[in-house]
């Protein structure tokens, strides 16, 4: 699944490890600007990417 990351979202500026994402949920990679980044616990989610997740219960998450 991808999600787009808006301005609004509570994840920009966040590094993954501090983002508040649930434990069943998997960022595969994330497309910014081009390029594909293959995301680390450092990564620092901006706005505008794309995150390419996988995971449980993907119906109801909210970024």
Same mark, same amino acid.
Do not use: C, Q, W, Y
């Given at each position: 699944?991808? !999600?787009? @990351?808006?301005? #609004? ?8 490890? +501090?983002? #508040? @994402?649930?434990? #069943? @949920? ?11 980044? !293959? ?7 901006e706005?505008? +990417?794309?995150? !390419?997740?996988?995971? #449980?219960?993907? +119906?109801?998450?909210?970024?």
């Amino acid at each position: 699944m991808e !999600v787009n @990351i808006t301005s #609004d979202s509570k994840l920009v500026n966040k590094s993954i490890a +501090d983002a #508040d @994402i649930s434990e #069943d @949920i998997l960022i595969l990679m994330i497309k910014r600007r081009g390029k594909t980044i !293959v995301p680390k616990g450092v990564t620092i989610i901006e706005d505008g +990417d794309v995150l !390419v997740i996988t995971g #449980d219960n993907l +119906d109801h998450i909210s970024f």
